[in-house]
């Protein structure tokens, strides 16, 4: 089954200008902007500019180009931020997917949370 990008998405909406964002970071391939309710002291979105629905959509479609953009921006934001392991207290990467990953935008996005203990991953049920 293939995946149906809904152009009307909010993350759609501020690739296209039709709503403002705090950009941190955009190059040809990938844009990087605050979330709206961040979670923690440093909350930042990277979001590929292609139409991409999920992380396995975007893995699985998109051009090299555009994958390796995303992630060189990704290590860039986050050494920028100050937050990587290796000289800083480190940072969570998530990306929700679907229904049961609770993904409320239907663009896929990586979400980078730092600057407090996150605690553990997962509830225990
Ligand atoms: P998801 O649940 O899809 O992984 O997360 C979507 C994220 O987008 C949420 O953390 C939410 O706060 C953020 N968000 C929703 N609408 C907007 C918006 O208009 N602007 C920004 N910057 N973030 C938004």
Known sequence: MAYDYDDQNIFAKILRGEIPNKT????????????????????????????YVTADHFAADASD????????????????????????DGYRMISNAGVHGVQEVPHFHVHIVAGRPLGRMLQAQ
Do not use: N, Y
């Open 65 to 88: 180009a555009e994958i390796v953009d995303f992630w060189r921006t990704f290590a860039k934001i986050a050494r920028d931020l100050g937050v990587t392991p290796d000289t800083s």
């Open 24 to 51: 941190v970071a955009e190059t040809d391939h990938t844009l990087a902007f605050a979330d709206i309710s961040p979670q923690a002291p440093h909350h930042v979105l990277v979001i590929p500019k292609g139409a």
